[in-house]
């Protein structure tokens, strides 16, 4: 029986097919269901099928001035998502744009004063961070990639930070047991990661001019830990 559910929120539909095998393959799991939000609402889908969520990236941003109503609609469904994880009814990890919608929701500031631009970083386990059962193995420190134009500026009420580092102080942070959130992207392979920089060329990630040479060093970098994270996520919640 399936257990797990892949959210999508990247209008782009080649890069969200990839993104899609991208955590298919860090899961470990030769079945992912896949809910694309940007065509089906959330309460089309009977969610006590599934013990754990993981919701991809996009190029959305909270802090973003004009929102079409499609962007409206996928950012109030993942916050019944998070309202859902917060009340221990479905566990899920969020990524990427959306730790910019659960921030917002618990009542925190959505800053872009530290993106990162495309590439791998290190980021470093806090205490409470090293004593999680997804974190926790990974710690001290790990290498991951981001991709951001926006950020939580602080750590919202309720929550407790597990990863951090000098250029985004969060990266990453639980409330309760069963949300997760993470400011990069945990399940890219370099490879996955170099593909998925050709369909955001142009869009303010790196400066297209340096395409070669950041794909070069996404290629280049190590990054095994943040697929840990996910099977780590995967093994608590619905093994």
């Known amino acids: 029986m399936v257990s797990l559910l892949y959210v999508c929120v990247r209008p782009e539909l080649g890069a969200a097919d990839a993104e899609h095998a991208s955590f ?7 079945v992912v269901d896949r809910l694309d939000l940007l065509s089906q609402r959330l309460d089309t889908v009977d969610l006590s099928r599934y013990r754990g969520v993981v919701v991809g990236g996009s190029p959305f941003n909270v802090s973003d001035a004009h929102k079409s109503a499609e962007q409206q609609r996928v950012e109030a469904d993942l916050e ?6 917060i009340d ?4 899920v990890f969020f990524t990427c744009f959306s730790i910019g919608v659960v921030t917002r929701m618990l009542g925190g500031e959505v800053t872009t004063t530290t993106p990162e631009p495309a590439s791998a970083t290190v980021i470093e386990t806090t205490e409470a961070g090293s004593a999680d059962p997804v974190f926790g193995p990974s710690a001290p420190a790990l ?5 951001h134009k926006e950020s939580a500026a602080a750590l919202p009420d ?3 930070l597990l990863a ?4 985004c102080p969060v990266q990453a942070y639980r409330v309760g047991t069963h949300l997760y959130t993470a400011q990069f992207h945990p399940e890219p392979t370099p490879r996955d ?3 998925r920089m050709t369909f955001y060329r142009t869009t303010g990630y790196f400066d297209p ?3 070669d040479l950041v794909q070069g060093q996404v290629l280049a970098a190590s990054v095994t830990e943040g697929a840990a994270l996910l099977r780590r996520f995967a093994e608590t919640f619905a093994g």
């Open 24 to 30: 298919r393959r860090a899961l470990g799991a030769d």
């Open 80 to 85: 019944t998502l998070a309202r859902l994880a």
């Open 88 to 91: 221990r009814r479905i566990a």
């Open 143 to 147: 290498t991951v990639f981001t991709a």
């Open 158 to 160: 309720g929550a407790v």
């Open 164 to 167: 951090t580092n000098a250029a």
């Open 193 to 195: 990661f170099a593909d």
């Open 209 to 211: 001019e340096e395409f």
